[in-house]
């Protein structure tokens, strides 16, 4: 017996203990905010705490997983997810007139959820490997790997997670040290390009961004969930209308409100103060990750957590900007907020990788 | 010079990736700014706008239809009133087949052709998710039936409303009129003035008569239930409560058993009468014949009916007491004796030798008198009893269109009188400046002539001359009629008086009235034009006849009524009032080819002023009116 015991302890000495605690904070919101917004079914509260418990357990195992083993898996998992990526071009399911999923027989599933991991893993172990002899070719190397999965998601088309994953792929090459000259030039040119592209573009597609861009000119349509739960929020006001107390949350106003449109219900019942709350406390997890990637004694480890740091806040941003108006809708849901198990369970796997670089301190063996 | 492969300065690196990491922490501090700032101008600063957006979505204001007033005569009998019953409703969009829907309710019970017909003529006016009545007053057997079969006919609904009754027939609709559906043009309207709000979850409104003239007293206020619901429109919960506020009744002047007797009178003939009170103005009888059954119009009528109503030669929609024009004929004498006197062109005694025709200086036409030879020496008193229209020829020459015109207007003739009813004409007084106007030709000398006996350009409404006689009853004093006596809040149970319009005051020497009303009175006198209508009359009557032509009649050429097929003959005119002392009731009639006033239109009158003042009833006449329990 004292031997499980000790065994136990070994395992969750792995968390790290602010993350865990800013990590079980959020989720408590969660659970409440869900409880709200799904009025009080048993259901889906049970649901999400099934979803939690499981996510909590892959981090734990991930705590436990030592870097130097996790990188390994970075090259056959980004092998495997850009071969079914390409599998899904060629015999993908279409749905919604987009071509995403593979259908397995038994599941259907979108590869392009493998790389989001997969591909900060796959960069982190190739700028690791090169640590010592890094120049200008690696990254040119690195650029190529991002942008195969990058360009095969967004012919899919997916524009919003080819940019979710864009996203993190240049965080990884940001902090490999890709030459300020590089990013400028690159943004300069993508700048640039923007009138060409949108000349490219077909009416619809056009008409698209725009009704993107502006909800309010399709109030029926595509801008009737973003005015929705902006008027949600705004009648939040400062300290909100109270738990399971907003009317715009419970009266059905706002679609997908326990998933991706969480924070309108939020934001409706807890006002600004909860707001800032919210945006404080991924704040923090940020700043511990970033603590964690300061310290880390490896390479990967050091691109892995500030890489998943900043991804989980580009994540939070996305959600609450569309939710709130200023960015276009896309199916990005909210961080440790949102009711769902494969992106829960995801979030939580990085933040497992993040702690098992806290409390691997050896240096990686070769 | 070291290896091939320079190793990088590990610690160099470490510092350009702390930098790298203060660059990250910078970015993710500015998107938190950015979502901050957006949520603080949400929640913040626009709070007060989005507030309002929420509570107009969640809360729905659901109307609640006030019941309408009533109306009652001035003894209380109920004329128009509301009654619940249940009809059967179809809503297009709910039905799966129209037309088989139609078919299975048709088995069920019995559908009319004209119930079909006005079903279709609604559905055409109407959208395709409102609820159209197909059968409305459904028995009861008839909702068990449809009860029990609902599940099967998706759409059809039996629903209770409350209904329009007019119970006191046909007589009564000209001065009820009717309430309809609202349509489009009401709803303009309606808009128009602001009033569209209440009228949420009204269906109904009046069309035309007091219904119409009184509808915003009649209708009430819409109450509000504010309704909290949910994104698909279920109400969830009650918020609050407006209730409705019920419509005024009105008590009305009139008195339904006098206006029974004075359609009795009218016979056979068509044409109209009214009756005033000439010290308040009350209308206590308005008759206006034929009539119709004002009932056929609350549900929307069927198009054939409508038809046939509108196309009858007989216009029964035609209210003859306010729109029908004619000339005033010899009614307008005791009126152009009274200008005589007033403007001083006459004296009471000046007489004149009545050879029986007129004619102006340096002319050969003769202008005759309708009594061959004439009716020998004519003062003013005798003008008026033997109607002699030669004394009056002279009388409006002397006078003068100019001053016959200014003189006459006094009266209000010419000119609507402000019933409280809507359409009312204004008839015609015409004078050397509206000939002008009107044809862009002079006045000639023989155009007044004719109009010193009512005839050529003066067109009169019954309602108008009775007004007038009015004057002469009451000693000048203009009226304006009402229908109208007292209004009740229901839930005040009080009646507040409706006074009567008064237009001013005309100054009359009594000596002059006097002389002219003597001269009325005569007219009912053994010798005068109308004594056989005044026979045995325990009161006094004071009246005068006239006749307004129909078709002209040559010179030369004599008016022989036998000759004539009815529909051409003469409209008979009479106007009175009674006890000739002190008047309690004006009565103006118009028989429609009634030939002349005296044998059939003071009959009339005189049928009104027996149940009036003595309470007689031609004996076989019946009327069954309940009576409201006040």
């Known amino acids: ?366 | 010079m070291s290896l091939a492969t320079p190793l990088k300065n590990l610690d160099r690196e470490l510092a350009r990736f702390h930098g790298r990491l203060k660059v990250g922490a910078a970015f993710v501090a500015l998107l938190a700014i950015a979502l901050l700032a957006r949520a603080y101008y949400l929640q913040i600063v626009q709070h007060e706008y989005y507030i309002q957006r929420a509570e107009s979505n969640r809360i729905s204001r659901v109307p609640t239809a006030p019941n309408r007033g009533l109306i009652l005569d001035r003894n209380g009998r109920i004329l128009a009133e509301n009654y619940s019953a249940y009809t059967l409703e179809l809503t297009r969009a709910q039905t799966e087949n129209l037309e088989a829907t139609l078919a299975d309710v048709g088995k069920l019970i019995e559908i009319t052709p004209g119930q079909l017909r006005r079903f279709r003529r609604l559905l055409a006016e109407s959208h395709e998710f409102e609820t159209v009545p197909l059968k409305s007053r459904l028995t009861d057997e008839e909702v068990a039936v449809l009860a029990a079969n609902r599940y099967r006919l998706p759409g059809v609904e039996v629903k209770a409303r409350l209904f329009r009754n007019y119970q006191a027939g046909p007589g009564m609709a000209h001065v009820l009129g009717f309430i309809g559906r609202i349509n489009d043009g009401d709803l303009k309207r309606l808009r128009e003035d602001g009033r569209e709000q209440n009228y949420k979850g009204s269906a109904y409104i009046g069309k035309t008569g007091l219904e119409q003239s009184y509808e915003t007293l009649l209708h009430g206020r819409t109450g509000f239930d504010q309704m909290e619901t949910d994104a698909s429109g279920r109400a969830v919960r009650m918020l609050s409560r407006i209730p409705p506020v019920p419509g005024r009744d009105l008590r009305l002047h009139l008195d339904v058993e006098l206006q029974a007797v004075a359609e009795h009178a009218f016979g056979d003939y068509l044409g109209g009468l009214v009756a005033l009170d000439p010290n308040t103005g009350g209308v206590l009888a308005l008759v206006s014949k034929p009539g119709f059954d004002p009932n056929l119009f609350v549900d929307g009528i069927d198009p054939e009916t409508w038809k046939s109503l509108n196309e009858s030669p007989e216009r029964p929609m035609v209210n003859r007491v306010l729109r029908g024009i004619y000339p005033p004929g010899s009614t307008i004498k005791p009126f152009m004796a009274l200008a005589g006197l007033e403007l001083g062109l006459r004296k009471p005694a000046d007489s004149i030798v009545d050879p029986g025709f007129y004619s102006l200086p340096n002319s050969r036409h003769q202008f005759r008198d309708w009594k061959r030879g004439g009716h020998g020496v004519v003062d003013l008193r005798r003008s008026i009893s033997q109607s002699c229209d030669v004394y009056y020829y002279r009388l409006a020459v002397d006078m003068g269109i100019d001053r016959m015109h200014d003189t006459l207007a006094q009266f209000g003739l010419g000119e609507k009188t402000g019933i409280d009813l809507e359409g009312e004409s204004s008839g015609l007084l015409p004078s050397r400046e509206w000939k002008q106007r009107r044809f862009k030709q002079p006045w000639y000398p023989g155009e007044t002539v004719i109009a010193g006996i009512g005839q050529g350009y003066q067109l009169t409404t019954p309602l108008q001359l009775a007004t007038a006689t009015a004057m002469l009853a009451n000693g000048g004093k203009r009226i304006e009629p009402r229908l109208v006596q007292a209004v009740r809040d229901p839930l005040a149970h009080t009646w507040q008086p409706q006074p009567g319009g008064v237009r001013g005051q005309m100054a009359i020497a009594p000596a002059n009235l006097a002389v002219v009303r003597q001269g009325l009175v005569d007219v009912m006198r053994p010798g005068g034009t109308a004594s056989r209508a005044a026979a045995g009359a325990p009161y006094t009557i004071a009246g005068k006849t006239g006749t307004a032509q129909v078709v002209g009649i040559k010179q030369g050429a004599r008016y022989e009524a036998s000759r004539l097929s009815r529909q051409f003959r003469d409209h008979a005119l009479f106007i009175a009032y009674a006890p000739a002392e002190n008047p309690t009731i004006v009565v103006a009639v118009m028989v429609e080819n009634g030939g002349h006033g005296g044998s059939t239109a003071a009959p009339i009158a005189r049928a009104v002023f027996d149940y009036y003042l003595t309470g007689k009833r031609p004996g076989e006449m019946k009327l069954e009116v309940e009576s409201a329990a006040d």
């Open chain 1, 1 to 366: 017996m004292p031997r499980i015991s000790h065994w136990i302890v070994r395992r969750l000495s792995h968390l790290d203990g602010i993350l865990l605690t800013l990590v079980l904070v959020l989720l408590g919101i969660s659970l409440a905010v869900v409880a709200s917004a799904s009025g009080q079914s048993p259901a889906r509260i049970s649901g999400h705490l099934i979803n939690i418990g499981l996510a909590l357990g892959v981090m734990v195992v991930m705590a436990n997983v030592p870097p130097h083993l996790l990188s390994r898996v970075g090259p056959p998992l980004f092998v495997a997810g850009v071969v079914l990526l390409i599998g899904v071009a060629l015999f993908g399911e279409v749905r919604n007139g987009a071509r995403r999923w593979l259908n397995l027989g038994f599941v259907a599933f979108q590869p392009s959820e493998l790389l989001k991991l997969a591909l900060p893993l796959m960069l982190a172990w190739y700028f690791q490997r090169n640590e010592a002899v890094l120049r200008a070719r690696h990254f040119l190397v690195g650029g190529v790997l991002l942008l195969v999965p990058f360009l095969l998601i967004l012919r899919q088309p997916d524009l919003g997670t080819a940019m979710m994953l864009g996203a993190s792929g240049f965080y990884l090459l940001f902090f490999a040290g890709l030459p300020w000259k590089v990013i400028l030039g690159g943004a300069t040119l993508g700048a640039a390009s923007l009138p060409v592209v949108w000349g490219l573009m077909h009416d619809y597609q056009q008409r698209r961004v725009l009704t993107l861009l502006d909800p309010m000119s399709d109030p029926l349509g595509a801008g009737y969930h973003t005015i929705q739960s902006t008027i949600a929020i705004g009648s939040g006001g400062l300290f909100g209308k109270g738990w399971t107390q907003g009317t715009q949350s419970q009266l059905d106003f706002i679609p997908e409100r326990t998933t991706d449109f969480i924070f309108a219900v939020f934001g409706e019942e807890f006002g600004y103060v909860g707001a800032i709350l919210l945006v404080v406390l991924y704040l923090a997890i940020v700043a511990r990750g970033l603590v964690i990637a300061a310290r880390a004694p490896t390479l990967f480890g050091r691109l892995m957590a500030a890489t998943l740091s900043l991804n989980l806040f580009t994540y939070a941003f996305v959600n609450m900007g569309m939710v709130s108006g200023i960015l276009p809708v896309v199916g990005v849901p909210l961080p440790l907020m949102s009711y769902g198990g494969t992106a829960l369970i995801t979030l939580l796997l990085g933040v497992g990788i993040m702690m098992s670089v806290a409390t691997h301190r050896q240096l990686m063996t070769r």
